[in-house]
């Protein structure tokens, strides 16, 4: 049962997070810009660039998603139209580009539910990159919970380095 709460609660996550439709293309094909505010994280040895849109939510970029685990961004487009995703969440994953004022083309926006999947489901074919990057997020939860309980205090430098060693 915990199980089944669980992907529920990853199915809702995803549906409140999709893309509202004020980032939707309007009809003549010409796309909001929005302003967002862009910061890079660091997964290990690996780094990505997210966006926060103005209703606070987060957006990485499927070029980056995918380039993240050496994959083509087309993997991540059949991945968002797929069977498994769509009876995992209830239905397909197909956005509209984002424009991000100060960029010269829009991006294609994954929330971090949907990149977390895309990356556990090439981690349980056998990627190793994508394996890598799972198990550094879950290892980084873990430690942040278990050093909160503790009253243990890390900078975030001591908590990448920690990450790193398992991309190696």
């Not at 009809?27 to 103005?54: N, Y």
């Not at 993240?68 to 209830?90: C, M, N, T, Y």
């Not at 100060?102 to 990149?115: M, R, T």
Request: hydrophobic share 40%; with cysteine.
């Amino acid at each position: 049962m915990a199980a089944t709460v669980h992907l529920m609660d990853i199915r809702q996550n995803l549906l409140r997070h999709r893309l509202s439709p004020r980032v939707t293309p309007m009809p003549e094909q010409i796309q909001p810009t929005f302003k967002v505010e862009r910061r890079s994280i660091q997964i290990g040895d690996i780094s990505l660039e997210v966006a926060m849109l103005p209703d606070g939510s987060y957006r990485l970029s499927q070029t980056e998603v995918a380039g993240a685990i050496d994959k083509q961004e087309s993997s991540i487009r059949s991945f968002r139209g797929s069977k498994w995703l769509k009876s995992l969440v209830g239905k397909a994953f197909q956005s509209a580009g984002l424009a991000i004022e100060g960029s010269n083309k829009p991006i294609a926006p994954v929330s971090l539910e949907l990149a977390a999947l895309y990356w556990q489901k090439w981690a349980s074919v056998g990627n190793s990159k994508a394996l890598a990057l799972v198990v550094a997020l879950i290892k980084r939860s873990l430690y942040d919970r278990a050093n909160e309980v503790f009253g243990v205090k890390c900078t975030e430098a001591e908590r990448s380095s920690q990450l790193t060693a398992i991309f190696r």
